[in-house]
């Protein structure tokens, strides 16, 4: 069974940077399309990063020019830098993947405890 293991998180001031990494267990990992929420308790997951299997990125709007995604088959490994954080960016981090119309976390199931970006002002 593929897992997924966040980690990187902490406590930053704004303006600083943190990098994020998510690790896969599992044979396809080079073939998912990857990608990272975000979640503020009480509240739904937000989508922030995708990359493709071939590396083609996309962000939401808020984080554009702040983040980047990228990946390591290697090391089946996705990351995400983010620079210039807001105290906005304050969430629980949270990584997924896709192939084939599948997802290996559907939104019904439970993520775990992803990894913790506070951001102080």
């Known amino acids: 069974q593929v897992q997924l293991v966040e980690s990187g998180g902490g406590l930053v001031q704004a303006g600083g940077s943190l990098r994020l990494s998510c690790a896969a267990s599992?044979?396809?990992?080079?073939?998912?399309?990857m990608y990272w929420y975000r979640q503020i308790p009480g509240k739904q997951r937000e989508w922030v990063a995708s990359i493709s299997s071939s590396g083609i990125t996309n962000y939401v709007d808020s984080v554009k020019g702040r983040f980047t995604i990228s990946r390591d088959n290697a090391k089946n490994t996705v990351y995400l830098e983010m620079n210039s954080l807001k105290p906005e960016d304050t969430a629980v981090y949270y990584c997924?993947?896709?192939?084939?119309?599948?997802?290996?976390?559907?939104?019904?199931?439970?993520w775990g405890q992803g990894t913790r970006v506070t951001v102080s002002s």
């Open positions: 997924n993947g896709a192939y084939g119309g599948g997802w290996l976390r559907r939104s019904s199931d439970n």
């Open positions: 599992g044979s396809t990992f080079s073939r998912n399309a």
